[in-house]
């Protein structure tokens, strides 16, 4: 998976993919992360990236010159990706995504500062606006952390074992992950749900099968209508009583 982000603050991304699983994922090659910052790329003494907006109002925007060099460099790195601006404008990110911008193998991601970059560089240079939320980041900085985490981690032979991959919340058919356990068996006076006990590998499945049902049903039963159900999870599901909203 190749990776362009165009950022001013590249060390904050750099420090932030040098640990656990995406930090072994780019020593193995398996990520391999550009990072071009538009200061470099200033014709200015003073290396302006920034501006007072036209028409007023407060704070500043990012200049199209040194954001569209530093894109365009990325471009010429990595001509076939797709290039992807994080703001709370955006379409929301979701599984589907992520899993369609690993299977395309790469991906150049604009992390905004100030109160966004001149429109002009998106109508020219951007592909797709991507938001994660309605929410609002200082920049798009942990954005596209959050997008480089989520795509590497499908990238093959990233994740131990690629069942996880599968398994993580969004990967079985877009419900939700049922509840985890591990040692000690009693903690704080509380105890393991018996049949994750028992060893008995089907009823285990079946109770795991359940839990995620239920919580998706509970938590978010608009994932419901897209999931694909299996007969027996449907007679699970008219089976619970009213939601209790956990
Ligand atoms: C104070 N201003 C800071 C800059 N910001 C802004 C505006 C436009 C583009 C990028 C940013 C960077 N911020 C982001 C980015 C993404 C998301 C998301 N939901 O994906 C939330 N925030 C607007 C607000």
């Given at each position: 998976m190749k990776v362009g982000v165009i950022t001013l603050f590249p060390e904050l991304m750099d420090g932030a993919l040098e640990h656990g699983v995406i930090g072994r994922a780019r020593t193995k090659g398996q990520l391999e992360l550009e990072l071009s910052n538009p200061r470099d790329l200033t014709a200015d003494k003073h290396r302006t990236v920034d501006d007072r907006p036209f028409g007023g109002g407060p704070g500043m925007v990012m200049t199209p010159a040194p954001l569209s060099a530093a894109i365009v460099s990325l471009k010429e790195a990595m001509p076939e990706a797709p290039v992807v601006y994080l703001s709370p404008q955006g379409r929301p990110f979701d599984q589907a995504m992520a899993r369609a911008w690993q299977a395309h193998g790469s991906v150049i991601l604009v992390a905004g500062r100030y109160?966004?970059?001149?429109e002009r560089v998106i109508d020219r240079l951007v592909d797709e606006e991507v938001s994660l939320g309605d929410f609002v980041l200082s920049g798009g900085e942990f954005a596209a952390l959050a997008i480089i985490d989520a795509v590497t981690?499908?990238?093959?032979?990233?994740?131990?074992?690629?069942l996880s991959a599968e398994e993580?919340?969004?990967?079985?058919?877009g419900l939700l992950d049922c509840p985890h356990y591990t040692r000690p068996e009693v903690y704080e006076n509380q105890t393991v749900p018996a049949v994750l006990m028992s060893g008995d590998h089907k009823a285990i499945a079946r109770w795991r099968r359940q839990q995620s049902l239920a919580r998706t049903r509970d938590r978010?039963?608009?994932l419901l209508e897209k999931a694909d159900l299996t007969k027996e999870d449907k007679v699970f599901l008219t089976s619970l009583g009213p939601s209790d909203g956990n």
């Open positions: 109160e966004g970059i001149d981690r499908l990238e093959p032979g990233v994740l131990g074992d690629p993580d919340s969004f990967g079985i058919e978010r039963p608009e």
